[in-house]
């Protein structure tokens, strides 16, 4: 029996095995993304494929900003010092 998940339909890949009446179990091998991280990824790569940190133009200044304010992001949410 599938337990509803308000989660599921965010990760494409298992919405897909989901609608063939199958189950993601594999997860020590892929780990699924949900389709926030996939949408952030293409857009880096579009948009942002530049070095942080080491650049002193603009655009890597502009990725080191991002980095760092995602890493402010995420240690906000685990609630790190």
């Not at 890597?60 to 949410?77: C, I, L, M, P, Y």
């Amino acid at each position: 029996m599938l337990v509803a998940s308000p989660w599921r339909a965010d990760f494409p890949a298992i919405a897909a095995l989901h609608r063939q009446d199958q189950t993601y179990l594999d997860n020590a091998a892929t780990t699924q993304k949900p389709q926030a991280l996939l949408d952030a990824l293409a857009h880096l790569l579009r948009q942002w494929r530049r070095q942080r940190s080491s650049c002193a133009n603009t655009p890597g200044a502009h990725a080191t900003q991002a980095f760092e304010d995602s890493r402010s992001k995420v240690g906000q949410w685990l609630n790190a010092g």
